[in-house]
Structures are given as C-alpha cells and as structure tokens.
C-alpha cells in the first residue's frame, strides 16, 4: 500500500541552525501539506502546497519557514534558523484532489531543537 | 471562529462499552468533517468523515454523527475494542478557496479501552 514517507524520523539541533525535513508523497498525489503537533497538543496546519506553490499558510509559517517541491518525488520544508518553540513533530501530508479527499499522513520527523 | 473544540480530553471505557467524543465548531465555511486516529509514534490516520449533507454515516463499529444546526459533530465507537486505545481527533476543512484542503484539528482526545 502506497504511504507518505520522512526523513528524518529524529532531528535535533542547536538554536539558530536550519533543518531541512524531508517528505516523499504518494506518487499520484498532487497536493502537498505540512503540520506540526507540540507534544500533547493538536496537530496544527503550517502550509499547502499545489501546483510548485503555496496554497495557504497559516500564522505559524513566517518567513523563517519555506517548503519546496525539488524534484518529482520529494517535498521539502526548511526551517532557516530554529527557535526552541520550533520542537515539535512535524507531519507531511498528500492527497490526490482538494475537496474533502481523504489526506494520508506521514510518520513525521521528531524535531528537537537544543 | 477557525476552531474546533473537542471534549473529553481523556476517555476511559471497558470492552465492549460505547466510546463517544463530541466537536464543536462556529465556521459555517466548514464542508468536511474527518475523523482521525492516531497511535503513539504515528501519524494521524484516516478513520471516518462526513459532509454536512447527511446526518449519519457509519462504517463497521464507527459512526459519525452530525448536527448542522448546532454545528456539532460526534464520534461514536461501538463495541470498543483494547486495539481502539489511541489518540482521536476530530478536524474540519472549508468548502471553498485555496483553504479547501486546510485541516483544523481539534485537541485531540485520548481514548483507553480496558480489556
């Protein structure tokens, strides 16, 4: 069965340094999403992706926060320099339409910034 | 009005027994109305989700129940089973515009069936 796979399942860095987390999406998917969950908190929406752009962001995403689509297979989100409050784990989701389809979620990446 | 608020926060049930999580939400934008589950070290899973078109839908010992007028959405697991221990979430997304796909999940709420 197809699953949305994540590199790497643990990160950890220091304050200030860029992480690049990396997800490969269902191949025949054509949208593209990020969530992070807080430990013991819900899982919040950061940003979707369609079409090589950015959909929506929420308040979360700034401008420390991009995401790419480098090649055909995988989809990338860049935290430029981490802050504490950046730990969390971080979800990359795909679906294959928009309205209402179901969104299958990767394992996520642990990321604990020091 | 972007939130969805989920109660309990924590539910225990024995075999057997009925398990029920209730939502809320104010966004009348809101048009999809998913139900995931997630287990320790997982990502959340699909369960179950409905439209606002129908007042019920069921699938084996889940059913969502929906009530459009009190914008309230219920999870009920009948029979529940020590396999159904896991965390639940109730989310929402909006009908229109590029925030169609956009999930807004409620706080989770973590279920354990006692054998």
Request: with cysteine; hydrophobic share 35%.
């Amino acid at each position: 069965e197809p699953e949305v796979t994540q590199t790497p399942s643990h990160q950890v860095t220091q304050m200030g340094q860029e992480v690049i987390l990396r997800c490969v999406p269902i191949s025949n998917h054509l949208y593209f999403y990020w969530y992070r969950q807080i430990l013991g908190q819900k899982v919040e929406f950061l940003v979707s992706f369609y079409n090589n752009e950015i959909s929506e962001k929420s308040e979360i995403f700034d401008d420390q926060f991009s995401v790419e689509r480098p090649d055909g297979s995988n989809f990338t989100l860049k935290i430029r320099s981490t802050k504490l409050e950046d730990s969390a784990m971080y979800f990359c989701a795909s679906s294959v339409g928009w309205a209402g389809d179901e969104q299958f979620f990767g394992p996520g990446t642990r990321l604990t910034v020091l | 009005q972007q939130q969805v608020k989920q109660s309990p926060q924590s539910l225990i049930v024995q075999k057997g027994g009925i398990s029920i999580i209730n939502c809320a939400y104010e966004n009348t934008a809101f048009d999809y109305f998913p139900w995931y589950q997630q287990f320790p070290g997982k990502g959340p899973a699909l369960l179950i989700a409905i439209r606002p078109d129908v007042s019920e839908k069921k699938e084996g010992r889940f059913t969502i129940s929906f009530n459009k007028s009190a914008k309230q959405f219920s999870l009920h697991i009948m029979d529940s089973q020590p396999g159904d221990s896991a965390t639940y979430f109730c989310a929402a997304s909006p009908a229109g515009g590029t925030s169609y796909g956009k999930l807004t999940f409620g706080q989770g709420t973590i279920l354990t069936v006692h054998p």
